[in-house]
């Protein structure tokens, strides 16, 4: 069974760090273009960064450029999210998507080029 399966997430004070990871299971990570994505309370689910397979070409959505890092380990078959300067507006529910053919690298953020999610994970930024 194909399945993706987010951690990491907490509490954290305005200014501090989270790494997420999403582990799969079921298939082979490498082989899939993968990305994360946030949803807070009343808005909609949106792309946050992106990983491509093989070259691992890399995108962000500009709010979190310089501030987020997104890394893959294909031996471990997981993704990560290292989230540093974290602000309250970085507050969601935060996800992992892997795409079952080539994403567009102009629509990387797009939900629907994505086939398998994960649960998600809360990530909550408060003083």
């Known amino acids: 069974q194909l399945q993706l399966v987010e951690s990491g997430g907490g509490l954290v004070q305005p200014g501090g760090s989270l790494r997420l990871s999403c582990a799969a299971s079921g298939f082979i990570l490498a082989y899939y273009d993968i990305g994360w994505f946030r949803q807070a309370p009343g808005k909609e689910r949106e792309g946050v960064s992106f990983?491509?397979?093989?070259?691992?070409?890399?995108n962000y959505t500009e709010s979190v450029k310089g501030r987020f890092t997104i890394s893959r380990d294909d031996a471990k078959n997981t993704l990560y999210l290292q989230m540093n300067r974290l602000k309250p507006e970085d507050t969601a529910v935060y996800y992992c998507a892997a795409a079952a053919g080539s994403v567009a690298w102009n629509q990387w953020y797009e939900k629907f080029q994505y086939d398998y999610w994960g649960q998600g994970t809360q990530v909550t930024v408060s003083s």
């Open positions: 990983i491509s397979t093989r070259g691992g070409m890399t």
